[in-house]
């Protein structure tokens, strides 16, 4: 089973650097608009509920949960750990 992968950026981070997050869903296009800028708590939390929903679809055509995008959704929330 074949599954797509979509790139996004989050506004930066507080020290000014950024990082590419991926998903295996186009959700995130739901939960991000493109150009704008977002709270860290904001960035964090459309990230959980898009990647969460990410890997709810996978578990629903693959019987498994997406590793990918709740190891995805791991590395912003213990980044986003670091400026709170």
């Known amino acids: 089973m074949t599954f797509h992968t979509v790139a996004f950026e989050g506004s ?10 991926y998903s295996p869903s186009l959700i995130v296009k739901d ?3 493109p150009g704008s800028e977002y709270t860290l708590e904001e960035f964090v939390a459309r990230s959980r509920t898009a990647l969460n929903i990410a890997s709810d679809r996978v578990q629903a055509k ?14 912003i929330e213990t980044k986003a750990v670091q400026y709170s």
């Open 12 to 21: 930066k981070w507080p020290d000014g650097s950024q990082e590419t997050c």
């Open 31 to 33: 939960d991000f608009t």
């Open 62 to 75: 693959s019987g498994m949960p997406c590793s990918l995008a709740l190891g995805q959704l791991q590395k």
